[in-house]
């Protein structure tokens, strides 16, 4: 199963590879980007992949150097909700080099913390 989802993980960052990256927000810790075209837009909902690119890379717990990740991001205008349901790590900026880890899971949308990376996504598209 684990490789499946390595595999599918691939594939999606094979599609997107050559995406259109905005930038939306800059931090001391990284830099965040969402694709200029959303993968669906309906019903007040938006789809679409988001990009961090870390200013040092971050470790994870199994000790490998993440400096990107990626992730399918919904956003919910009407209700100010946002949640990830995908999200793929690389080894270099840009969601470039090797994929360090892929995960999936349910959709659960949270409410957006006010003052954050997603509130500063969030205003600016949903307009």
């Not at 669906?40 to 992949?49: A, F, Q, V």
């Not at 470790?59 to 956003?75: C, D, R």
Request: charged share 25%; hydrophobic share 45%; glycine share 4%.
């Amino acid at each position: 199963m684990k490789n499946f989802l390595l595999a599918w993980a691939l594939v999606f960052a094979c599609v997107s590879a050559h995406a259109e990256w905005v930038a939306y927000q800059r931090h001391a810790e990284a830099e965040e980007f969402h694709e200029a075209t959303p993968v669906s837009r309906e019903h007040g909902r938006i789809k679409l992949w988001t990009l961090t690119d870390y200013v040092k890379p971050i470790t994870t717990l199994e000790g490998n150097e993440v400096s990107s990740e990626k992730a399918l991001t919904t956003i919910d205008c009407e209700n100010k909700k946002m949640g990830s349901e995908q999200v793929i790590r690389y080894a270099s900026r840009q969601a470039q080099g090797a994929v360090v880890s892929a995960m999936e899971t349910k959709l659960r949308l949270a409410s957006v913390r006010a003052g954050s990376a997603d509130a500063v996504l969030l205003e600016k598209l949903c307009r």
